[in-house]
C-alpha cells in the first residue's frame, strides 16, 4: 500500500482497528491505549492559521458577502482565501475583511490571468487585498500533459519573479485530481515540483484530490519538498469518495500533518466544494481543526 492509500485509509482502518481492540482487551485497556496514542500528540495548529476558502461559502458570500465574513469571524476564523468576489472590488472586499477582523490571504486568479497581460493588476489586487500569495486554482484540461505542464511550470516561474518584485509571496498552484495523474510515464504534479523554482513557486495542497489522485501522499510530500507548500486546502472525504465536513470522513489529517512544519505550511484553510449547509460545514472544520492534536 502506498503512502497516498494510508493517508486515505488511516482513519477508517483506525475505527475498525479500534473496534478490535475494544472486543479483544476490553474497554479499559482500549482507552489506555487510546490515552497514550492522544498523549504522544501535542502539536496544534496555531489560532492564526485556521482559515476559510471562501469556495465554499459562494452561496452565502452572494446574498450577503459582509454578513458571512462576519459569521466566519465570530466561529473563530482568523484568514479566509478569496475565490470569487461576487460583484465587490479588492478594496471593498479588503474594507469589508478589516471591518469584521478576518485577514485574506490568498486569492485565486485565473491561469490565462496570471500568464498575460492581466498580472499586474492581479497582483495590485493582491496587496490591495492584504494578501501575501495569488493562486492559480487550475489548468486547462488540455495541459494535462508532460509538454503542458512543462509549459505550465515555465509560465509559474515568470509569474512568480513577477509576485516576488511586486514585494509578494511566491505563486502557488492549486491542485485537482487529474494533477496526480501518470502520463506517459511522468506524475504531473511531479514535473512541477521538479521544474519549478522554490523561491518562486509553492502550492496550495489540496488534500483531498492528492489523496483521491491516487499517486501524492501529502504527508511524504511536506517531507520531501521541504517548505514549498504554504497553504493547505484541508477537505474531507467521505467513505465512497465524496466530500465530507473536515473531521467527519475518512481521511487521516494527523497523520497527514505530522510533517507540515517540514513543508512550511501556514494556513490550514477549510473547504468543501458542495456543503449542505456552508455555516454548519465551516462551524464544523473550524472545531475540529481547533482541538486537533497531530
Same mark, same amino acid.
Given at each position: 500500500m502506498n503512502g497516498t492509500r494510508r493517508a486515505f485509509l488511516g482513519k477508517a482502518l483506525g475505527v475498525a482497528a479500534a473496534g478490535v481492540a475494544l472486543t479483544v482487551a476490553g474497554p479499559v485497556a482500549h482507552a489506555a491505549e487510546a490515552n497514550g496514542a492522544a498523549a504522544q500528540r501535542h502539536r496544534r495548529i496555531p489560532p492564526s492559521g485556521i482559515g476559510m476558502h471562501l469556495f465554499t461559502m459562494r452561496s452565502a458570500l452572494a446574498a450577503d458577502f459582509k454578513g458571512t465574513l462576519a459569521r466566519l469571524a465570530e466561529?473563530?476564523?482568523?484568514?479566509v482565501g478569496v475565490s470569487g468576489r461576487h460583484g465587490n472590488s479588492a478594496a471593498a472586499i479588503r474594507a469589508m475583511l478589516d471591518e469584521t477582523h478576518l485577514r485574506a490571504v490568498l486569492e485565486h486568479v485565473g491561469y490565462d490571468t496570471v500568464r498575460g497581460s492581466g498580472l499586474p493588476q492581479a497582483l495590485d489586487d493582491i496587496r490591495t487585498l492584504g494578501a501575501r500569495w495569488i493562486v492559480v486554482p487550475s489548468l486547462p484540461g488540455a495541459m494535462h500533459t508532460p509538454a503542458g505542464f512543462r509549459e505550465a511550470a515555465r509560465e509559474f516561474n515568470k509569474a512568480g519573479l513577477a509576485a516576488r518584485e511586486a514585494g509578494l509571496g511566491p505563486l502557488l498552484f492549486h491542485n485537482h485530481g487529474a494533477d496526480h495523474q501518470v502520463v506517459d510515464g511522468e506524475n504531473l504534479y511531479e514535473i512541477l515540483l521538479r521544474e519549478t523554482d522554490p523561491d518562486l513557486v509553492g502550492f496550495e495542497l489540496d488534500v483531498y484530490w492528492a489523496a483521491k489522485g491516487g499517486s501524492s501522499d501529502p504527508q511524504d510530500l511536506f517531507a520531501e519538498h521541504r517548505r514549498r507548500f504554504p497553504a493547505l486546502h484541508v477537505k474531507d472525504m467521505d467513505p465512497s469518495g465524496?466530500? *465530507?465536513?473536515?473531521?467527519?470522513?475518512?481521511l487521516d489529517f494527523a497523520a497527514m500533518f505530522d510533517t507540515a512544519r517540514s513543508g512550511g505550511v501556514k494556513q490550514w484553510l477549510v473547504e468543501h466544494d458542495s456543503p449542505t449547509d456552508p455555516f454548519a460545514t465551516a462551524q464544523d472544520g473550524y472545531t475540529?481543526? *481547533?482541538n486537533l492534536r497531530y
Open positions: 466561529i473563530g476564523y482568523a484568514t465524496g466530500f *465530507a465536513d473536515v473531521g467527519s470522513g475518512v475540529y481543526l *481547533a
